[in-house]
C-alpha cells in the first residue's frame, strides 16, 4: 500500500513536471557574481593590412581599433606597435630605408615614422576612405589608393612639402597593391574583379587577370607570380604575371583582407571578420593559425531563448548562452550585411543597424534572407522589427525615435524628438521603449504619443540597455566601464560590475557611442554583455 502510494505520488510529479509547471520567474538578488568569459578575447577589433618590415617584425593594421599592432611570427602573441588615434591602419608599406608608412582611413590620412623613436609625421590629408599604400623601393616614391570613400591613385611626397600627384582615379577599387621591381603598381580592382598592372607615369591600366568576385589584395613573390586573396570567396590564388593564369592555392574563410610574404616566402593572410593571422606555407600548401578569435568586434546584442544575437560589425553571430558555441549567420563581402553595430529581434525578423552605413537590414528569420534595406538614415545606432511590420529606429544625428512602415518602409513618422545622443533601446515588458541617451540618461517613450520620462540620468556614456524578469533595466556605463542596475520606479542605482573591458575609445571625427556595449538579459535573470575593447561577450549570474 505504501509503495502504491509512493508510486502514485512520483507520477503525478512526473506528470506535472512534463506538463510543463512554470518555475517561479527569478527575483531580484541580493547580488551579483563576478564576471564569466563566455566567449573568448581577441586581439585588433578587426584585422586588415599586413606587413613584414625589415627586422622581420609582422605588422597588422586595424581601423575600428584605431591601432596598429606587432605579432610574433612563432607564438601569435600580439601587442599593440602604435596605438590611437595615430595608429589607426588599414594599410601598412615598409620603406626601402625601413621607415614606416600607413593610411588613417577613417580619417584620411597617410602617416610615416622613420624609426620606432622617430616622431609620426603626416604625409597627406584630406583623402576620405586612403586605403592600400607602397613604397617604389628602388626610387623611394610611396603611392596610396583611395576606396569606397573615394576612388583615386596617389603618389605622396614622403617629405611631406608637396600636395599629393593624382595618378589615376574612377578605377574600380585599387586595393591591396604592390609596386614591383619593375616600378608597376601590381593589385586587385575591387568592384571590376579584376587583377591588373598601372603604370603610375601616366595611370595606364593593363588588366592580368578577370576571374575573381571580389580581390582585396595582392602581393608579388619575386617568382613571378602575384598572390591574390578574394574576400567574398575565401580563395588564395596564384596568377602566373606571364600567361596571367590563376590557380587556386587554398580555401579559406570569406572576409580576408590582406596578405604579406615574408623573406623566406611565407604567405600571412588576414581575415577582418575572425581577428585572424594566418600563416600558409606555399611549399606543403599547409596552413597554421597564428592568431585569431571567434568574435571580431562584439557590438549590440539580444537574447532569444538559449541564443544570444550579436552584431559583430564583420559578422552577425548567434552564440549559445549556455556552452559559448560561436556560429556565423553572415560574414562581411561574402553577404549583402553592412557593418551591423547593433541588432533587434522579433519573432519573425531581425534588425541590423549600421550607423556607418546609414542603413537597417530587415532579415527573415526562417530564411536568413534579407527582406528590405532602408538606407539614406542619418546615423541610426539601433532598430526593432515590430509585431505589426513596421520598424522603429533610433538616429543618433536626428536624436529621433523614427517608426518606418508600408511598401519599402517609405512611410515615416516621427514618434520623439529631442532625444540628446539616442544610441540603444529596449521594448519594456510594460510596453514602452526605453532608451539610453549618450549625454547621460535613460529615457521612457510612449510609443503611442510621443511623450518622454526621465527613468534616470547623471549616467557616464550609457549604451546597451536590457529589462530584467524582476522590471528593472541594466545599463553600460561604457565611460565608467561599469554595468549599474536601474529601478524604473524611482530611478535609484545598483552596481552589478565596474572595471570591465567596455567603452573603445572613438577616432577623430567618430561619434562617441563608437562600437556600442551590448546587453542583454536572460530569463533566469544572467547578464551578458560584449566587451569591444578586448572583443569578448561576458556573463554575470546574478546572486541569491
Keep these: 500500500m505504501k509503495k502504491t502510494t509512493w508510486l502514485a505520488a512520483g507520477c503525478a510529479a512526473l ?39 625589415a627586422r622581420g617584425r609582422l605588422l597588422a593594421a586595424s581601423v575600428v581599433g584605431n591601432s596598429l599592432w606587432e605579432v610574433d611570427r612563432q607564438t601569435g602573441a600580439a601587442r599593440v606597435l602604435i596605438p590611437g588615434p595615430d595608429g589607426q591602419a588599414d594599410d601598412i608599406a615598409v620603406g626601402p630605408k625601413g621607415e614606416l608608412a600607413w593610411t588613417n582611413y577613417l580619417m584620411g590620412m597617410v602617416r610615416l615614422r622613420e624609426s620606432d623613436t622617430a616622431p609620426i609625421k603626416v604625409l597627406a590629408k584630406d583623402l576620405p576612405g586612403i586605403n592600400s599604400l607602397d613604397f617604389d623601393r628602388r626610387s623611394g616614391k610611396l603611392y596610396a589608393s583611395q576606396v569606397f570613400l573615394g576612388d583615386a591613385l596617389w603618389e605622396i611626397d614622403v617629405t611631406g ?6 595618378i589615376a582615379k574612377d578605377l574600380g577599387g585599387f586595393n591591396g597593391f604592390e609596386v614591383g621591381p619593375d616600378g608597376m603598381l601590381y593589385g586587385p580592382l575591387w568592384f571590376k574583379g579584376q587583377v591588373v598592372k598601372i603604370n603610375p607615369a601616366n595611370g595606364q ?16 613573390d619575386g617568382k613571378g607570380n602575384l598572390w591574390v586573396v578574394d574576400t567574398n570567396t575565401g580563395e588564395l590564388s596564384k596568377v602566373e604575371l606571364a600567361s596571367g593564369r590563376k590557380t587556386v592555392m587554398k580555401k579559406l574563410k570569406p572576409a580576408i583582407d590582406n596578405l604579406a610574404i615574408s623573406p623566406e616566402g611565407t ?11 594566418e600563416a600558409f606555407n606555399p611549399a606543403t600548401g599547409d596552413v597554421r593559425l597564428l592568431t585569431g578569435g571567434k568574435l571580431a568586434v562584439p557590438a549590440g546584442v539580444k537574447i532569444d531563448g538559449d541564443t544570444l544575437w550579436v552584431a559583430d560589425i564583420f559578422s552577425f553571430r548567434k552564440v549559445d548562452a549556455r556552452t559559448g558555441a560561436v556560429t556565423d549567420i553572415f560574414r562581411m563581402q561574402s553577404s549583402d550585411m553592412e557593418y551591423p553595430f547593433a541588432v533587434g529581434v522579433s519573432p519573425t525578423h531581425f534588425a541590423l543597424t549600421s550607423w556607418f552605413t546609414g542603413s537597417v537590414q530587415l532579415v527573415d528569420r526562417a530564411t536568413l534572407k534579407t527582406s528590405a534595406m532602408i538606407h539614406g538614415l542619418k546615423a541610426p545606432t539601433d532598430a526593432l522589427p515590430m509585431a505589426d511590420g513596421s520598424v522603429v529606429f533610433i538616429e543618433l ?22 532625444l540628446a545622443g539616442p544610441v540603444q533601446m529596449v521594448l519594456g515588458k510594460d510596453g514602452g521603449l526605453y532608451v539610453t541617451e549618450a549625454a547621460g540618461k535613460l529615457t521612457r517613450v510612449n510609443l503611442a504619443d510621443g511623450s518622454k520620462r526621465t527613468v534616470a540620468e547623471g549616467l557616464a556614456l550609457p549604451e546597451g540597455v536590457a529589462e530584467t524578469p524582476w522590471g528593472s533595466f541594466i545599463v553600460a556605463e561604457t565611460a565608467a566601464r561599469r554595468l549599474t542596475e536601474i529601478d524604473p520606479a524611482n530611478g535609484s ?16 571625427g567618430m561619434p562617441p557611442p563608437y562600437v556600442v556595449t551590448g546587453v542583454a538579459v536572460g530569463a533566469d535573470g544572467i547578464v551578458y554583455f560584449t566587451a569591444d575593447r578586448n572583443n569578448a561577450l561576458y556573463r554575470i549570474r546574478p546572486g541569491r
Excluded at 612639402?161 to 593624382?166: E, G, K, M, T
Excluded at 604567405?267 to 593571422?277: L, P, Q, R
Design 493 to 508: 542605482k545598483r552596481m552589478v560590475a565596474d572595471n570591465l573591458p567596455i567603452g573603445l575609445p572613438p577616432g577623430p
Design 205 to 220: 591600366v593593363t588588366v592580368i587577370n578577370r576571374e575573381f568576385k571580389i580581390p582585396a589584395a595582392a602581393n608579388l
Design 161 to 166: 612639402a608637396a600636395a599629393p600627384r593624382l
Design 267 to 277: 604567405i600571412y593572410v588576414a581575415n577582418m571578420a575572425d581577428n585572424s593571422i
Design 15 to 53: 506528470i506535472l513536471a512534463l506538463a510543463g509547471c512554470a518555475a517561479p520567474a527569478p527575483t531580484r538578488p541580493v547580488a551579483w557574481s563576478a564576471p564569466e568569459v563566455l566567449v573568448a578575447p581577441s586581439s585588433f577589433n578587426g584585422v586588415h593590412g599586413l606587413a613584414v618590415d
Design 397 to 418: 544625428a536626428t536624436g529621433s525615435v523614427v517608426r518606418a512602415s508600408g511598401d519599402k518602409f517609405a512611410t515615416r513618422q516621427v514618434i520623439a524628438q529631442g
